[in-house]
Every structure is written in C-alpha cells, then in structure tokens.
C-alpha cells in the first residue's frame, strides 16, 4: 500500500515529467500536492477496510455480525458467573438475621468482582451460618473465581460478620469474539443445518452463551430420541441454568415427534509425555514453554466428541519455532479417543530434553 512520501513523490515526478520544471519543497504547487497526497491516502485506506470487511474470513466487529447475521447467526454475550456464598456469624444471634436478595459480595483487592445473592436468606435464631447462590454482577470469565476469594461485603447485613465461597464461581464467559464468531460462522458454510440433520440441534446449542461445543447422538433412547452433550471453553464449566436454557430453546425448536434430552458432556483426562531435540542457540526453558501453551490450546480447542489425534499433535509441535525434532513416550503414542458425550482435556504434561 502507499505510503504519504510515496504519494507526494509520485506526483512531483510526474509533474516534472509534463511540465520539464522542478517543483521546490516551499512552492504552491508542492502545498497541493501535499494536501491532495493525504486525501488520496485517506480515501486508500478506506477502500482497503471496505476490502476487509466484505469477507467473513477478514471481516471484525459489526462488519463481522452482518455477515454472520446472514446465516442466521448472532454474536453471544457475556455470561455471569455463577456461585453461592456463605454468611455466618461469630456467636449465635438470639434473633434470625435476615439477609435479602440483591445484597453485594466481592473479591478483595483493587480489582474486584462483585456478585449480589439471588434470594432471601436468614440465619436462624441460635444458628452460625446460611448459604446463598449469587449471580456475577458482570458478565465475564473473569468472575470465575477461586474458593474463599468472596471475602467482602460491601452491602454488609446487620450482625454478620464474614461471608466467603467455599466453591469455585463457575459458568461465567467472555463476549463471543471476533476470532469464535468467525469460526461459527465459516462452518455455517461447510455444513448445511436443514432443521432435522445433527448440525442443526448443534448450531441451536452453539448460539447459547458460553456453550464453546456440542455433539449430538441420535436413537440414545431408542428411535425419535436425541441427546445433545454440551462443554464450555477451555476450563470453564457450564452452570444448571445454562444446561437447562439449551433445553429449552431446543425444545422450543425441535422436531414434532422427537424427544431431546440436553446433558454435560463428560472430560476424558489423559497426559503426555514428550521429549524435545532443539536447534542450536534455542533456550529449552522458552521453547518448551510455546510447546505446553500451543498444545494446550489445541486440546482446548477441540470439540466434544473429537479426538486428539496424534497427526494434529505432530503438526502443532512442528510448527514451533526452535524444534528440531520430538518424540512421544510412553503410552502416549497413539490418538486420544473419545466416546460421543466425551472430550478431551489434558490433564498432565511432561516435558524431556533430548540430551
């Protein structure tokens, strides 16, 4: 693409060329030249966004959603985060202790997530304690936080002294990015939904928040019945509500005739070990650690009912910059496979140097 100076240039030579006169950087004919220079790159770059945007493989943002819109897509929001804390109390309290719906709890630090509880509860008379679910105040996978960080109380109930989460908050994720929204979209072309087919129950699971995948198996319960198994992106984990929202909608949408049911989908755990011949001049320390974050992303990133092939492992490790050569030890030298309501996640890898 053109740069400014090459702009002006351009025209200065061409000018020159015509006219057989040199144009002077303080002259009139340089200012034009100058000021047309940067509406032509202005109008340049505008055509090379339209460019981007007219494809879903470049396209981003709101360009990106019209285009998804067209297959009868749309870009899934934020999920709140899903929990329940516990109240309690030092002493026993000679009365109960009410504690009503929308009270704030938080994490501590600058940076805190704050929930709010989903109903009212009360600490009985002669009691320490009551639990409560609470729903994230935002939306994000960043309110899935660890067990005991809700330690704050920001709308503080009369004479409770502590509340914490003896549990992980779970369920909560992130905007559908452009980079996930481009991926449904793309496969919206390579497999045709038809209103009965398994791509069309998938793509209805698939357009709930925070669903990352699902598989479909006909005939679990014998014929007209169909079951849906559904996980969420990377670690996170789906909550009832949202298990039950695909329900629902697939409910709702379904075949006359067919009985749906709507399931999580079940980890298979499994661990590699893998050994590393690197080139020369290359760190073990920094090439091992790309090698543990790309394989990891790619085991992520697989589908609920897809293997891990051994094939795909090869050619991410392949790819890594600094790797000469590699081998898989162990029992870990053929594909991971999985059952339809299974999927895969890696739950230990070892890393060896080849000396």
């Known amino acids: 693409m053109n740069s400014y100076d090459n702009i002006v240039n351009k025209m200065k030579e061409k000018y020159e060329e015509l006219t057989g006169g040199q144009v002077s950087n303080e002259s009139d004919i340089m200012m034009r030249f100058r000021v047309l220079a940067t509406q032509l790159l202005n109008m340049e770059n505008a055509v090379e966004f339209v460019k981007r945007q007219m494809f879903v493989s470049t396209a981003e943002g709101e360009y990106l959603d019209m285009h998804a819109s067209e297959r009868g897509l749309t870009r899934k929001d934020a999920v709140k985060a899903r929990g329940e804390v516990a109240f309690s109390l030092s002493f026993p309290s000679e009365s109960d202790i009410v504690i009503e719906k929308g009270t704030v709890v938080a994490t501590s630090g600058v940076d805190f997530k704050s929930f709010e509880t989903t109903k009212d509860v009360v600490i009985l008379a002669g009691k320490l304690e009551v639990s409560v ?4 105040v935002k939306g994000g996978s960043d309110h899935n936080v660890k067990k005991d960080a809700i330690c704050v109380m920001v709308t503080p109930p009369m004479g409770v002294d502590k509340v914490t989460n003896k549990l992980q908050t779970k369920s909560g994720a992130d905007k559908e990015s452009d980079e996930d929204l481009r991926a449904r979209t793309l496969d919206s072309y390579k497999d045709i939904s038809n209103s009965t087919n398994a791509v069309y129950y998938k793509r209805l699971a698939q357009s709930v ?13 014998g014929a007209g019945t169909l079951a849906l198994y559904l996980r969420a992106k990377g670690d996170a984990q789906l909550s009832m509500e949202q298990i039950e929202e695909v329900q629902q909608l697939i409910d709702k949408n379904r075949e006359l005739c067919v009985d749906t049911y709507v399931y999580y989908a079940v980890p298979k755990n499994f661990s590699l070990n893998l050994s590393l011949e690197l080139y020369d001049s290359y760190e073990f320390s920094v090439v091992s650690g790309k090698v543990r974050e790309k394989l990891y992303e790619y085991i992520d990133s697989l589908e609920v009912g897809r293997p891990a092939l051994m094939c795909e492992m090869n050619e991410v490790l392949y790819h890594i910059e600094g790797v000469k050569n590699f081998h898989f030890n162990g029992n870990t030298t053929g594909d991971i496979t999985v059952n339809t309501n299974q999927y895969c996640v890696l739950e230990n890898l070892e890393i060896g140097q080849v000396s």
């Open 133 to 136: 679910p609470v729903v994230a």
């Open 209 to 221: 928040g925070g669903i990352h995948s699902a598989s479909v198996q006909a005939g679990v319960d």
